[in-house]
């Protein structure tokens, strides 16, 4: 778990958040143990901002994965990076509702959780027709 927590601290290098100054770094491990990273990326246009999650999770899936095992998420910030609800329901849409969530904040505080406990009820479009 350390390897993958200090590969995104790396990212937070890259991360692109000359707005909120608030810098996250992300990666995800496939079943097969395969990782990609991410940061995010804000813009001008608030509303266009990535966050790193969906960053690692998107680069992850345009690579053809769609079978992953955990996430961790990094801050330099002293608060924990909790997901927000954008990047828990992206997770919900391609992760087991077991996938281990693992945050990190920069002071070294570790909490461990499941998506399914971050996230118990994920949005579905079911189809009545
Ligand atoms: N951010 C993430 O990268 N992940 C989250 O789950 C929540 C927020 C980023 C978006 C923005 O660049 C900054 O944190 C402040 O909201």
């Known amino acids: ?47 266009l901002t990535v966050c790193a999650e969906r960053a690692a999770i998107f680069k992850a899936i345009s690579e053809g ?7 961790v998420v990094v801050s330099d ?7 927000c609800g954008a990047c828990l329901q992206v997770m919900s849409e391609f992760c087991n509702d077991d996938l281990e969530v693992i945050l990190c904040s920069g002071n070294n505080n570790l909490e461990v ?3 399914k406990d971050l996230f118990p009820k994920p949005f579905r479009l079911t189809r009545t027709e």
């Open 113 to 115: 959780y499941r998506l």
């Open 77 to 83: 910030n002293d608060s924990l990076p909790v997901p």
């Open 65 to 71: 994965e769609r079978a992953f095992r955990r996430i």
């Open 1 to 47: 778990m350390k390897k993958l927590i200090d590969m995104a601290k790396d990212m937070l290098d890259r991360a692109y958040a000359p707005y909120s100054h608030y810098r996250v770094g992300s990666v995800i491990e496939t079943s097969s143990g395969r990782v990609y990273s991410g940061c995010n990326i804000e813009n001008t246009s608030f509303g």
